[in-house]
Nanobody, 124 residues
Framework: QVQLVESGGGLVQAGGSLRLSCAASGRTFSSSPMGWFRQAPGKEREFVAAISWKGSTTYYAHFVRGRFTISRDNAKNTVYLQMNSLKPEDTAVYYC?????????????????WGQGTQVTVSS
């Protein structure tokens, strides 16, 4: 059974940092693009960042570019999201996602596996 388990969420003040982790199990994702989406209360789930299976290519939503960094460790079957200079509008549940195969994408429909999410709250 494939599982994506997020950790690292929490409460932080504006301007602070958090590092999210996503541990994958049930199969190897070393050849799979992975990424992060988020959903704030009352809003649509939106793309945050994605990374190719090699880790050589990354994509970011415009509103996190320059502040967030996605990375992965294929030996650990884990993907990370380093979030710096956090803003109150970054408050959301953050979801880890993975494809079976393919190319990194910002489209929700491209992702086959989703984690349960981890809450990030940024206070002003």
């Amino acid at each position: 059974q494939v599982q994506l388990v997020e950790s690292g969420g929490g409460l932080v003040q504006a301007g602070g940092s958090l590092r999210l982790s996503c541990a994958a199990s049930g199969r190897t994702f070393s050849s799979s693009p992975m990424g992060w989406f988020r959903q704030a209360p009352g809003k649509e789930r939106e793309f945050v960042a994605a990374i190719s299976w090699k880790g050589s290519t990354t994509y970011y939503a415009h509103f996190v570019r320059g502040r967030f960094t996605i990375s992965r460790d294929n030996a650990k079957n884990t993907v990370y999201l380093q979030m710096n200079s956090l803003k109150p509008e970054d408050t959301a549940v953050y979801y880890c996602v993975a494809q079976r195969d393919g190319t990194a994408s910002s489209l929700r429909s491209q992702y086959d596996y989703w984690g349960q999410g981890t809450q990030v709250t940024v206070s002003s």
